[in-house]
């Protein structure tokens, strides 16, 4: 849990600083909030799409990571 908190707060850092613009459309917290166009009317989707697919990547990429550090583990006793 604090590698989550950790995570978010490190993101949410390298969001507010404007001169990481060219990374900002790749950090997960950028989008966080673009999930309220879809109580809006007209629906706009655009943006909750690139939040879907920018969090999809990050659970691939930490997936990833999970699975290889515990194919090496015997989790199993």
Do not use: C, E
């Not at 969001?15 to 109580?39: C, E, K, M, R, T």
Request: proline share 4%; aromatic share 12%; charged share 10%.
């Amino acid at each position: 849990m604090a590698a989550v908190a950790g995570v978010a707060v490190v993101f949410q850092v390298l969001d507010s600083v404007p001169q990481l613009h060219a990374i900002h459309p790749y950090l997960l917290n950028h989008w966080w909030l673009s999930f309220g166009d879809l109580l809006r009317q007209p629906m706009d989707s655009t943006n909750v799409g690139h939040g879907l697919l920018t969090a999809l990547a990050y659970v691939g990429i930490f997936l990833a990571l999970a699975w290889s550090r515990f194919s090496g583990k015997d989790v199993s006793s």
